[in-house]
């Protein structure tokens, strides 16, 4: 029988533990962070592509995911497949209606930066 929970009532261990198995179920059968696709699909792509490291995922000004190969930088401007908008960029910087994906990947920034070139130095 389903029960109804108020603000003010703390659940039980059980009902705790089925609504965090819930949320697993539907965090795994949904797209992630809008991007469309399940967290596993996410996590196939990635292990296709096989990038030393994070911050070759971007999107265009409309949200589209895109990746960039070889070091990560942009080195040219291209047309988005989705919606034909302008992606990539020149000399290792980004246009400034893209970004990164940090959905796909858990980047904060893109492969080829100040911050991660940064990181190859101990201060």
């Known amino acids: 029988k389903d029960k109804l929970f108020w603000p003010n009532q703390k659940l039980s261990d059980e009902n705790l533990i089925l609504t965090r198995d819930t949320l697993k179920n539907m965090r795994d059968k949904h797209p992630r ?37 070889d070091c990560g930088g942009a080195m040219i401007e291209s047309r988005c497949p989705d919606c034909n908008e302008t992606i990539g960029g020149a000399r290792h910087q980004l246009r400034s209606d893209n970004q990164v994906a940090g959905e796909m990947d858990g980047a904060t920034h893109s492969a080829w930066s100040e911050q991660a070139n940064m990181e190859n130095y101990d201060f």
């Not at 967290?39 to 999107?59: N, T, V």
């Open 33 to 69: 962070a809008g991007l469309g696709i399940s967290d596993e699909e996410r996590r196939m792509i990635l292990k296709a592509f096989s990038y030393s490291k994070k911050g070759h995922w971007y999107k265009c000004k409309n949200g589209h995911i895109y990746s960039i190969g």
